[in-house]
């Protein structure tokens, strides 16, 4: 099975390029269905994900060819409307093609999706809001068949700023007769990214980055070639990495300006961090200091990196408290933390961590993608040899962990 390996206690100093973003380029490929013919995406990661979301869109009929990290995909014909039940389950994002497919197709046939286990994830805010489009949605043993033979601009709120609830109605929205009003959607970097790539194809996009979007539909959505951005989580976890053990880095697409509650809580703990454009550059020495940190939607404190924290703050000096906002599941890190010696105790949705000097190496599990990234740092910073295994969730996300933190000096190995 897929394990890591890493030697600790050696501080960090190189440069790196950040991959580009996960959950951008998903949402970006499922956009690519609306337009009856080739749409290239640059700077696309070569992740699991990414594979994952190409084998989808191949068995829709689309063509899809990724080299080096152009990926070109050609949905000139969609010849099946059903997502397969695997890949389906394989991947939460899986559930975006909903919106897409109805965009395109007026009709779809979706399982319900799969991916970390971080909560329980329902998916009632997108049923509901592609219902508002004109989606009539039944589940018919296990798979849900949607159709709209009339796809129109509504008024949607969502009771949450769910990012692929906002993602899904942008979808359909964009291919719908009319104007969408949707109230209460998430804000997220890679939100705003598909309005942009959906602006671009022809649809009108009012309101990006704010939580009021107006979309206006286009009947013919055209060609367009895309940059996927630099992935925040990424640099907020290469980041991470430094400040665990000490050095310096340079990190280049780096999306600074996605990062600001991130890089304040940075600061406050101790590292000095510089910006100068999409470069990144992070110097830290001694011990990170305590602080406490609540997640939230977009721009609050990524929950995608809540669990690198937990890392950073179970080597602090003093106590910290971390409060996990939006998802109820997402400290399944801290067993595997304990097991390398962190100080970690957890009440409901807030953990309480007191830091010590050091954690040391242990056999620790990745229980999903980014608390197994989180356990690659502790790891760094941790005495003798940490092992870690099932490490496919990490690589998932991660188009070359090991490399990029082997570029910063880390002594860290896939294991043969
Ligand atoms: C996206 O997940 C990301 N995934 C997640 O990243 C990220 O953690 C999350 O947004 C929050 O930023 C992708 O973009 C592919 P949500 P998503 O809908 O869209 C509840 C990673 O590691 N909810 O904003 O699934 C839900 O249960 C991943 O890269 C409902 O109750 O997140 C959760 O508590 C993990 N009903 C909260 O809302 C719904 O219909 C936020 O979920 C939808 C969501």
């Known amino acids: 099975m897929s394990a890591i ?44 994900d990414v594979y994952c979301m190409m084998g989808i869109l191949e068995s829709m009929g ?27 389950k394989a991947m939460r994002s899986s559930i975006v093609l909903l919106g897409a497919l109805l965009g ?87 939100v705003e990214e598909l309005c942009r790539m959906l602006e671009a194809m022809g649809a009108g996009i009012r309101g990006l980055g704010t939580s009021r979007l107006e979309i206006r539909g286009t009947d013919n959505p055209g060609s367009v070639v895309r940059d996927v951005p630099g992935d925040r989580i990424v640099t907020g976890t290469c980041l991470s990495a430094v400040m665990a053990c000490g050095g310096e880095a340079v990190l280049r697409r780096s999306s600074p300006g ?15 961090i510089k910006v100068r454009e999409d470069v990144l550059e992070i110097r830290m020495s001694g011990r990170p200091k305590a602080v406490s940190v609540e997640t939230g939607p977009y721009p609050g404190f990524p929950t995608d990196l809540q669990s690198v924290f937990m890392v950073l703050m179970a080597l ?33 949705d807030e953990a309480c961590i007191t830091g010590r000097p050091g954690l040391r190496g242990a056999q620790v599990q990745a229980r999903d993608l980014r608390g197994g990234a989180a356990l690659a740092v502790a790891g760094l910073a941790a005495e003798g040899e940490t092992r870690i295994t099932d490490c496919h969730h990490i690589f998932r996300g991660y188009e070359d962990l090991c490399g990029d933190l082997q570029s910063l000096g880390a002594v860290i190995r896939r294991e043969k």
């Open 62 to 88: 689309c063509v899809c060819d990724l080299r080096d990290h152009v990926l070109t995909i050609d949905a000139g014909e969609v010849t099946d409307i059903r997502i397969p039940k695997e890949g389906g």
């Open 258 to 272: 996605h990062l600001e509650c991130v890089i304040g809580t940075m600061k406050k703990m101790g590292a000095r």
């Open 104 to 190: 395109r197709c007026r009709e779809a046939f979706v399982h319900y999706p799969g991916g970390c286990s971080i909560g329980s994830r329902p998916i009632d805010m997108h049923l509901e809001a592609l219902s508002r489009l004109g989606a009539e949605i039944r589940e018919e043993e296990g798979v849900l068949h949607a159709l709209a033979p009339r796809l129109e601009g509504n008024h949607i709120h969502l009771p949450f700023p769910s990012v692929g609830a906002t993602e899904n109605v942008l979808l359909a929205a964009a291919a719908a007769r009319g104007t969408t009003v949707l109230t209460g959607a998430a804000r997220e970097p890679e």
């Open 5 to 48: 390996l890493v030697q600790g206690y050696h501080s960090l100093k190189g440069e790196l390029k950040i991959q580009g973003s996960k959950n951008a380029a998903l949402p970006m490929m499922a956009a690519a269905l609306l337009h009856k013919g080739t749409t290239v995406l640059r700077h696309v990661p070569r992740i699991q």
């Open 316 to 348: 602090s000096e003093g106590t910290g408290y971390l409060k996990e906002t939006v998802f109820e599941a997402r400290f399944a890190t801290a067993k595997e933390l304990h097991k390398m010696g962190a100080a970690i105790i957890i009440e409901g």
